[in-house]
């Protein structure tokens, strides 16, 4: 009888662990999209979002069932929004939870430009990264004000203890116009949003080979994390596919 409640209480630990917690609606989704882009979205309808210059995209296919393989290839606006992302404290990503790895290419492109005709250059400034323990020029967009968000998180990373800020620099690098390995689709690095600290602290499941499943591992300090998060900046390890020198800026993942 005791065991018989014991697995009782597991499997409603399980049900409610399946549900994400902070399952939001079709309208909150996009909602939250609009919301994080004020300069340059206007509203939606459910069916569209409408750009502040008047261009209507289309925020779903009407494909169901894509498989995962084929949101990371093919993601349509909502598919983008669809896995939550764990803000501060988390543990390993359960298996295929990639917050932010759906991206649809038409939006950020139309936004930040296609680094293949020059046009994400146009809109780059310098940046001092870490100005009291590295000092070094780093060229980011201006775009959505990132330039400016990433002085704020650099400024913050420099108030922090020598051991722990020895993670954010050297950068790996800000701006690379090519595509995701695993997915063909051009990297947020592309449009000068993401920046990668030090790759001597870095881990990426690549790295750890092609098995079942891939073993989680991070040595990027969680207070370095939280800055970023804070500034609108998601991390690639909350990603069960993970890239822990990896930082983005997608602020429709966290905003509340
Ligand atoms: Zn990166």
């Not at 979002?49 to 349509?76: C, E, H, N």
């Not at 001092?128 to 400016?148: C, E, F, M, Q, Y």
Request: hydrophobic letters at 40%; one cysteine or more; aromatic letters at 10%.
């Amino acid at each position: 009888m005791k065991a018989a409640f014991r697995a009782m209480q597991i499997l409603a630990a399980l049900v409610a662990a399946s549900v994400p917690a902070g399952a939001q609606t079709r309208t909150e989704l996009l909602d939250r999209l609009v919301r994080a882009y004020p300069d340059f979205l206007a509203s939606h309808d459910g069916k569209q979002i409408l750009w502040r210059d008047g261009t209507a995209m289309p925020v779903d296919d009407g494909l169901d069932d894509k498989t995962f393989d084929q949101r990371l290839r093919d993601a349509s606006i909502l598919d983008q929004l669809r896995l939550p992302y764990p803000v501060g404290a988390s543990g390993p990503p359960a298996v295929n939870a990639d917050p932010g790895r759906f991206r649809n290419e038409p939006f950020f492109t139309k936004m930040y430009g296609d680094c293949r005709n020059g046009a994400v250059q146009r809109n780059l400034v310098t940046i001092t990264w870490l100005p009291r323990s590295w000092g070094k020029a780093v060229r980011v967009t201006r775009i959505n004000g990132v330039a400016d968000r990433l002085k704020e998180v650099s400024a913050e990373i420099d108030q922090l203890e020598p051991e722990l800020k020895a993670a954010a620099y050297p950068i790996a690098g800000v701006l690379s116009c090519r595509p995701v390995a695993d997915t063909g689709k051009m990297s947020m690095h592309g449009y000068a949003v993401a920046i990668d600290l030090n790759l001597k602290y870095s881990d990426y499941w690549l790295w750890a080979g092609r098995g079942k499943s891939i073993p989680y591992k991070n040595r990027m300090p969680r207070e370095i994390v939280d800055i970023f998060e804070r500034h609108g900046f998601i991390w690639g390890g909350k990603w069960y596919h993970y890239d822990t020198m990896h930082f983005e800026y997608r602020p429709e993942m966290l905003a509340r």
